[in-house]
C-alpha cells in the first residue's frame, strides 16, 4: 500500500538522504509535495536545498514549497556549525532550476488534507515543526484527517545535542513541538535515541559510495563532512542519520521498535527548554501521546537505504 506523505524540511545533509529515500521508493511512498522550513539554516536555503536534492534524485517535478521563515515564539537558532553555511557542505551541486511554487506551505499543507480523504496522508516533519504547528492551529478542522505524524525530534535516553537537555528540532520551536504534541493526532517519534545508533561507519559510507551513481557519491560526500562534527562531539564512529529513519519507518516499520507513551514539552524553563519529557517508564499517568521509538536495526537499516538510493 502506497503511503501519501508531505516531506516537511530544513535540509541538512540527513534531510537530504531522507528525501532521496522517499523519492527512490514510489512503491511504498507517494510524495505529494515537500515544504520548507527554517531550522538547520535560514529559508531561503533550505527552500532552495530541497530543489537540490529533488533535481539531485532526477526527480524536477515534486513540488516544493516555503514555509515559515522563523519559530512561533523564539529567534530562530540554526545549525551551520553541523551542516556548513549552505546546509549541504560536502558535496559540489549545481543550483537547483526547478522553480519553489508560489503557495505558502503551511497552505498547501492544509489544502492538502482538506483535498485528500481523512486518513490517507502522512505528515513527516524532519526539522522544527512550525509549519505543521502554524497548519494546524490556523485549520483546527485538519488534525484528525492526518494518517500519523512520523517525526524526527527529541531524545530521553540521549538527552541533547543542542543544549544539555533539548534535541536541536524540538529546541528550535519548543512552541510548535507542544501543539502538535498536543493535537491528538497519531505521532511516532524518531528521537536521538534511535538515529544515534544509526552510525554512518567508514564501511557504510563506502557502500554508498560503492553504488556508483550521482546520488552515492553526493550521500557520500555529505556524510563525510558532516561526520567531522559527531566525531569530534561524541567520539563515535561515524555520523547519526537522523532524519532516514522516518522516511526508512515508512517503508520497513519493522526496523524499528518502541513504546507507546506519554511525551510532554517544556517550554517555560530556558535551563531545560525544547525536552521532551517521554514518560518511558510510565510514571506518570498522562495519557500515551505518541509511539517513541526506541531500537533500531541500523545494519537493516543502511542496507536498504544503499539498496534505494542505488534506484535514482
Known sequence: MTRKIIIDTDPGQDDAVAILLALASPEEIEVLGITAVAGNVPLSLTAKNARIVCELAGKPD???Y??????MGRVLVTA???????????PKLPDPVMELQPEHGVDFIIDTLRAEPAGTVTLCPLGPLTNIATAFQRAPDIVEKVQEIVLMGGAYFEVGNITPTAEFNIYVDPQAAEIVFKSGAPIVVMSLDITHKA??????NEAFRAIGNRVGTAVAEMTDFFERFDLAKYGSEGAPLHDPCVTAYLIRPELFSGR?????IETQSELTMGMTVADWWGVTDRPPNALFMGTIDAQGFFDLLTERLARL
Not at 551551520?80 to 560536502?90: Q, S
Open 199 to 204: 552510525l554512518v561507519t567508514p564501511a557504510r
Open 80 to 90: 551551520e556549525h553541523v551542516h556548513g553555511e549552505t546546509g549541504l557542505n560536502g
Open 62 to 64: 515534486v513540488k516544493v
Open 260 to 264: 507507546h507513551i506519554n511525551v510532554e
Open 66 to 71: 516555503a514555509g515559515c521563515e522563523k519559530p
